[in-house]
């Protein structure tokens, strides 16, 4: 490419998804007119996906609101700032007494933890509001795996990931990396990454539904029946302890509950589930002799394990068995990343607090609180049901649970009965149109970016930081700013308090932690010093700041000159490799015993519902979802390059079961299900297991009030009028989105 004074070149880590790919950015005349993968990226190394390469029309999309909204009625108009926050703080005035509290609730959509400011200013506002009525995307998502890890290490946040780069055999439950470039597992280039594992003459093994196309570069794909994942990992446990292949000793004295778990997986022979599962007692065998033969192994399970009615007890499963094969905390296995803002506390001793759920329960249907939230499922209940402590009014930051989250269609009317309505949101979508302000953030270039959330979760230990790649338009705010807003209206905050004050007393309260704990190196620091060395950083970079000379690499604040700062990682636009992950047990273990907790109380009585549940018979047609590389969830549908070509919104259904309700292919079918029914077209295919038809989600732009121009020329439909918001996960709370028995009707 020509160069010119007016071309340049800058870097910035994508935001989109959970992959962290760099992207090689080219400016002309101040306009990004290019994006590629950044070839000396440290942790992508060129890699990118046809969404990070369109990053920048998302900053060019019309649609992307560039002004506050007002909603009068069924008509909206663009207003100021000014008049958008006293519209705000009008709405909210009858629910800020601090006895009504419960009336407001707060809906955190998936962009947040893709988000550097929300990542860290979510924890304030979250304390500020003071209500109950917290939901976030994590329970239709990941929170099976929060509570199992709670469980088990002791902290929810404490999660393991395949060692992806060293793994030897990889079994994959319920993921599909080729489409979705990875979750709860940060590996920029997955694809690549599991060719490698072919390469060096390892074996990548799926279990899924559908042969998917991480299936079809896998050694070996097995169907399984949707929500069977628990008996198959069962079954696995069983043949491990029957063949005498439990190797435990790498983290053997810091082991609790073998015998507990031998006791409860010895029912489960694979004779047992078999049938159920719809694999063979040879396969299941197979599969755990493998297991167990490999010279490193380790099971991964991602939505489709999570999303299921047994889905913390599955979370869980594939954790035993990555320990009962030796695998868990050992190269190649599956190992805690340490990353480079985490806390940091060398000499304390193994062992914490613990994890516990039900601190207090939902109003209605007495639904546990998990990570201090409630499932998103009884959201609408909460709104319809009158009585002391109903959701009357609503904040939405970055979600679209119309779309998102089980049956849309009546959290749809529900949300037309709030009192008040504001969602922090760029567009105008299913679930922003019934606000009645929407404040719009920047755009993903607008802003900076480290990922506080997914380092956390990586195959290696990285970190990169991204400055912002172009200026905000006159007038707009930064997201921290928008935040620092509500958080000032909700802590009682007069508006002529400055922001800035608000984010210097949330940092001084961050630093005060730190030096007030006993176990940390900082302790007994001086505040005034480490505010100091902080300058000039402010706003989430003063805590990025904080978090990083505080952390593991961390400068100490001069006890470890040669340590990271942000200012080392803001001259390293490549990002910094902190290398391969290490060995971290006992040194992660928070549970109060020190030890992992093979055998959780919980999971024993989970294992009771779950003989209940298999002796039931299945049901004869069941629902799943899947995910397109071009995708992303509900919101980048509005990209054309994204879009173009055919329907992707289809049901694939296997040809006998097409024959048997005499569809072919092409018809447009109803689809029946408790919560609800829709109509789309069916798409033929033997890559679906027989009794299984799949429909992706975050479809349905066909709705009057949304205003997305390109979206609704490709409305698909929204599968989640067909998921039952009644169905759940029981210690997490999460939503049941795979396996929902459905019926056809040409
Ligand atoms: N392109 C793209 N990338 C994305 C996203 C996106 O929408 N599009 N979303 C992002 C988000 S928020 C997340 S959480 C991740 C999710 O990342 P993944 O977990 O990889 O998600 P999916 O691609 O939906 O793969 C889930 C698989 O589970 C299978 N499945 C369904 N039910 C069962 C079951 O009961 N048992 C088993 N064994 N398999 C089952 C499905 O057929 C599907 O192939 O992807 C992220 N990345
Ligand atoms: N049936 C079924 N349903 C599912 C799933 C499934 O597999 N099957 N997957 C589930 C999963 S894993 C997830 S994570 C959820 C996602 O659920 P949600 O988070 O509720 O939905 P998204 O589609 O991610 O919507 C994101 C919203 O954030 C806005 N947004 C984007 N960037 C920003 C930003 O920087 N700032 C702000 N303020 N807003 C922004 C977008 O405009 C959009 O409105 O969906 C879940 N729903
Ligand atoms: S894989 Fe994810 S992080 Fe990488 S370019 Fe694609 S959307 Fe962005
Ligand atoms: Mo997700």
Redesign the pocket.
């Known amino acids: 490419m020509p160069s010119s004074a007016s071309t340049t070149t800058t870097f910035r880590t994508c935001?989109l998804c959970e992959a962290t790919c760099g992207l090689k950015l080219t400016l002309e005349e101040g306009k990004v007119t290019r994006v590629e993968g950044d070839p000396d990226d440290v942790f992508s190394q060129g890699f990118l996906c046809p969404k990070g390469a369109v990053l920048h029309h998302?900053h060019n999309d019309p649609d992307w609101l560039r002004a506050p909204q007002i909603r009068e009625g069924s008509t909206w108009r663009e207003a100021s700032w000014e008049e958008a926050w006293a519209r705000v703080e009008e709405g909210f005035a009858p629910f800020l007494s601090s006895s009504n509290r419960n009336a407001i609730a707060l809906?955190?959509?998936?962009?947040?933890v893709?988000?550097f400011s929300?990542s860290i200013y979510m924890r304030p506002l979250i304390k500020t509001l003071r209500s109950r009525n917290l939901f976030?995307?994590?329970t239709?998502?990941?929170i099976p795996k929060h509570v199992s890890s709670g469980l088990m290490f002791g902290h929810p946040r404490i999660i393991p990931v395949p060692d992806l780069d060293r793994t030897d055999y990889l079994l994959i439950l319920g993921a599909n990396p080729m489409a979705s470039n990875g979750?709860l597992c940060t590996a920029p280039d997955f694809p690549g990454r599991l060719k490698k594992i072919l390469q060096r003459g390892g074996k990548v093994v799926v279990l899924d539904p559908r042969k998917t196309r991480t299936a079809k570069l896998a050694s070996e794909h097995h169907f399984i029946q949707p929500g069977t994942d628990p008996l198959f990992l069962l079954a696995v446990a069983h043949t491990l302890f029957a063949e005498e292949r439990i190797s435990v000793e790498n983290i053997a004295e810091h082991l609790a509950g073998l015998e507990q778990v031998k006791a409860w997986v010895e029912p489960f022979s694979p004779e047992s589930v078999s049938e159920r599962c719809g694999l063979s007692p040879d396969s299941i065998r197979h599969i755990a002799r493998a297991l167990s033969e490999a010279s490193s192994a380790a099971v991964y399970g991602r939505?489709g394990t999570?999303?299921t009615p047994f889905g913390t007890l599955t979370s869980w499963l594939v954790d035993v068995v990555n320990v009962l094969t030796g695998n868990l905390d050992q190269p190649g296995g599956a190992m805690f990343p340490k990353s480079a803002h985490s806390r940091h506390r060398p000499n304390a001793a193994p062992g914490g607090r613990g994890f516990r759920t039900g601190r207090w329960s939902s109003r209605v249907s007495q639904k546990p609180e998990v990570m201090g939230e409630l499932p998103?499922g009884i959201l609408a209940e909460e709104i319809e049901t009158a009585g002391e402590d109903q959701v009357r009014a609503l904040i939405?930051?970055?979600?679209?649970?119309v779309?998102?989250?089980?049956n849309g269609e009546r959290l749809s009317r529900a949300l037309k009965q709030l009192d008040f309505m504001v969602?922090?949101?760029?567009?105008r979508?299913e679930?922003?149109q019934y606000a009645d302000v929407i404040?719009?953030?920047?755009?993903?270039l607008q802003?900076s970016h480290y990922d506080i959330a997914f380092y956390d979760l990586a195959v290696r230990n990285v970190a990169n930081y991204s400055s912002a790649t172009l200026p905000r338009d006159e007038n707009q705010p930064c997201?921290t700013d928008?935040l620092l807003h509500l958080i000032r209206l909700f802590s009682g905050q007069d508006s002529s308090v400055p922001l800035s004050f608000v984010d210097d007393f949330i940092a001084m309260q961050l630093v005060q932690g730190e030096i007030g704990a006993e176990d940390s190196p900082l302790s007994g620091r001086d505040m005034d010093e480490i505010l100091s060395a902080l300058q000039p950083h402010r706003g989430a970079e003063r805590v990025l700041d904080f978090l990083l000379r505080a952390g593991p690499y961390g400068d100490g604040f001069g006890a470890n000159p040669d340590g990271l700062t942000l200012n080392k990682l803001m001259e390293a636009p490549h990002g910094i490799d902190l290398g391969p992950l290490q060995p971290r047990i006992p040194e992660v273990l928070a549970t109060p015993s020190g030890k992992v907790e093979l055998a959780p109380e919980s999971m024993g009585e989970e294992l009771t519902r779950l003989q209940e549940w298999h002796n039931k018979e299945a049901p004869s047609l069941q629902l799943i979802?899947?995910?397109h590389l071009r995708s992303?969830?509900?919101?980048l549908h509005n990209l054309s390059p994204l879009v173009r070509g055919k329907d992707r919104c289809t049901l694939l259904i296997h040809p006998n079961d097409a024959a048997d309700h005499n569809i072919s292919d092409g018809e447009t079918v109803t689809v029946k299900a408790r919560a609800g029914s829709l109509q789309v077209a069916v798409e033929v295919t033997d890559t679906m297991m027989p009794g299984v038809v799949s429909?992706?989600?975050?479809w349905g732009h066909n709705q009057a009030g949304a205003s997305m121009q390109v979206a609704s020329q490709h409305p698909g439909v929204n599968?989640?009028l067909?998921?039952d918001e009644n169905q759940m996960d029981r210690p997490s709370g999460n939503?049941v989105?795979?396996g929902i028995p459905v019926t056809l009707q040409k």
């Open positions: 935001p998302l809906y955190l959509g998936n962009p947040n893709h988000n929300n976030t995307a994590s239709v998502d990941q979750s939505i999570c999303t998103v939405t930051v970055a979600g679209n649970p779309l998102s989250t089980p969602s922090v949101d760029p567009y979508n679930t922003t404040l719009p953030p920047p755009t993903p802003h997201e928008i979802g899947r995910r992303n969830n509900s919101w429909l992706p989600h975050g599968s989640n067909l998921t939503a989105l795979n």
